[in-house]
């Protein structure tokens, strides 16, 4: 579902992230794990073609970003660590305006806006401008419109940050049946428990290099993910 091959990317002299090679399966849930500034977020704006590689190459359902990108998008949602959304739009307006840049038709926008934002107790206050929000309820209007379109791959930074436990269980069982369904999550998290529970997969990285991937058994044996990532961030690269 999404191939990254051989991806650098390189900021003046800083090279934030090295040669990066990862390859998430459909129905697979795949955390990303890493210090700040190990290039997570570098990493996932470039799988959302948000960002150029100077170097490798991105893949989305067989497709490369660099020749496809609009193909590729429109598999995809991308949900960022800090929702960047339109202030002076309503919730309601937000959604239906990402609907219409996906095509969900207005049976569909509608059956699935209600769902999600019943899901997310965010539905009473959708017509309330979103700059009026808490930033936990943006980060719910986020998730909500990354689900409209059905995408087979959903991509998001650090998503469980201001949700609240309900919100957060809700998100971790949404991710699931998505991938139960034959899409893929590629996902960041500093919570390392979460990742330990809800992932299938996990890839460690350390200053902008891979130093472990693999399923959750063979990245952490009979150790804490916790134990695992401390014990590798104390290791030179």
Not at 26 to 45: C, D, Q, R, S, V
């Amino acid at each position: 579902m999404l191939e990254i091959r051989n991806y650098s990317k390189i900021y003046g002299d800083k090279k934030a992230v090295d040669n990066l090679s990862l390859n998430i399966q459909p129905g697979e849930i795949y955390g990303f794990i890493g210090h700040n500034g190990a290039g997570k977020t570098t990493t996932l704006k470039a799988c959302a073609g948000v960002l150029m590689p100077t170097s490798g190459e991105i893949f989305v359902d067989g497709m490369s970003m660099l020749s496809s990108p609009i193909e590729c998008k429109k598999k995809i949602a991308y949900i960022p660590d800090n929702p960047d959304l339109y202030d002076y739009m309503s919730g309601i307006k937000y959604l239906n305006f990402t609907a219409d840049i996906f095509g969900v038709s207005a049976g569909e926008r509608k059956e699935r806006i209600k769902k999600y934002s019943d899901m997310f107790e965010l539905t009473a206050d959708l017509a309330q401008p979103i700059s009026s929000y808490s930033h936990g309820m943006k980060q719910k209007l986020a998730v909500i419109s990354a689900w409209l379109h059905e995408p087979k791959l959903i991509i998001m930074d650090e998503p469980f940050v201001g949700l609240d436990p309900k919100a957060a269980h809700t998100l971790k069982t949404m991710m699931r049946e998505l991938c139960d369904r034959g899409g893929a999550i590629f996902f960041s998290t500093h919570v390392l428990e979460v990742a330990e529970k809800l992932c299938d997969k996990i890839a460690i990285i350390k200053s902008g290099a891979l130093i472990k991937s693999g399923t959750m058994e063979e990245v952490k044996g009979d150790e804490t993910l916790e134990d695992v990532f401390l014990e590798l961030e104390d290791r030179d690269v």
